[in-house]
């Protein structure tokens, strides 16, 4: 049974710092592109950060690039986004999701927002930025 799931979040100042965690169970990274997604507390759902662990190639959305960083530790077979210089803006909830690199071979898909687009969607875990 594949699984995903996130820990990590919790309340931090502004100009902060948190690692989320995204522990998967039942594939393995190599084959598909991992993704964090958020979504604030009335808002839609923004797409993060994308990472094709199988190259080592990242994407991320403007609002966070170079202050987030989106890895992973295949040994534990878990993703992580770390967050940097933390603004209130950034509270929401932030989700990991797997795709299959097959879904999307030959397309210039890099992440998208919506469960959709995914094979695999976690749980959540909470980010709160305030002072």
């Known amino acids: 049974e594949v699984q995903l799931v996130e820990s990590g979040g919790g309340l931090v100042q502004p100009g902060g710092s948190l690692r989320l965690a995204c522990a998967a169970s039942g594939f393995t990274f190599d084959d598909y592109a991992m993704s964090w997604v958020r979504q604030a507390p009335g808002k839609g759902r923004q797409w993060v950060s994308t990472?094709?662990?199988?190259?080592?190639?990242?994407h991320y959305a403007d609002s966070v690039k170079g202050r987030f960083t989106i890895s992973t530790d295949n040994a534990k077979n878990t993703l992580y986004l770390q967050m940097n210089s933390l603004q209130p803006e950034d509270t929401a909830v932030y989700y990991c999701?797997?795709?299959?690199?097959?879904?999307?071979?030959?397309?210039?898909?890099?992440?998208?927002?919506?469960?959709?687009?995914?094979?695999?969607w976690g749980q959540g875990t909470q980010v709160t930025v305030s002072s």
């Open positions: 999701a797997g795709v299959n690199l097959g879904r999307y071979l030959g397309t210039s898909w890099y992440g998208g927002s919506e469960k959709t687009e995914y094979d695999y």
């Open positions: 990472l094709y662990a199988y190259i080592g190639d990242t």
